[in-house]
């Protein structure tokens, strides 16, 4: 059974649309027919790109600020390296922390009146280690179990205004694949196992 979804009319803003997840949100959303806003740090050649770095407040004002209506948005952009909490600088593990949990907060929270007026959604983009533990993932597995916890909280504070919800998507192998340190196509290896547990 395929399902098929119209949202001629409204308008989606994707975090991080430019590559991977992102990027298939987005073109998912431009085939069902909604008006797609993306945005990303680096200059990117995609239909509806704004540049916008979503962990700076004045970049979210502009890139919110640009907008007449929203009806969803799709916290997408996140990521890290491998970040081994031995030898990792502090300030890294805080900008993990900063793009994969506050960023997602700074969002939502600009976007709430805009979203509140067409009773839209926010769809996080979760992580399976924000549940299993992964070695080079503590800051990063830290970050989306605060994410999961941030959607529930904001769903129960924004209902019946606003929907909130996670969405796990499972590995996908992109040029971000952290899990294993074999490079491409070992993405898996590194969440075999029970990780010392």
């Known amino acids: 059974m395929t399902v098929t979804y119209d949202y001629a009319g409204r308008v989606v803003l994707v975090t991080g649309g430019t590559r991977g997840i992102g990027a298939g949100i987005a073109d998912a959303f431009r085939s069902a027919g909604a008006d797609v806003v993306v945005c990303g740090r680096n200059p990117a050649d995609v239909p509806g790109f704004v540049q916008a770095d979503v962990r700076d407040p004045d970049s979210v004002d502009r890139l919110v600020g640009g907008l007449r209506r929203l009806d969803v948005v799709v916290n997408n952009a996140g990521g890290t390296p491998s970040a081994p909490l031995h030898g990792t600088s502090p300030r890294l593990h805080a900008r993990i922390i900063e793009l994969n949990l506050t960023a997602p907060l700074l969002v939502a929270q600009r976007a709430y009146p805009l979203l509140a007026a067409s009773r839209g959604s926010v ?20 970050a989306k179990a605060g994410l999961h916890h941030l959607s529930a909280c904001l769903a129960a504070e924004w209902a019946p205004d606003v929907r909130v919800n996670t969405v796990v998507v499972g590995l996908v192998e992109d040029a971000s694949d952290h899990y294993g340190q074999a490079g491409p196509g070992s993405g898996a290896a590194g969440l075999s196992g029970d990780g010392g547990i």
Request: hydrophobic letters at 35%; a positive charge; proline letters at 10%.
């Open 123 to 142: 769809v996080m983009i979760g992580s399976s280690s924000g549940a299993r533990p992964s070695p080079g993932t503590a800051a990063y597995g830290a």
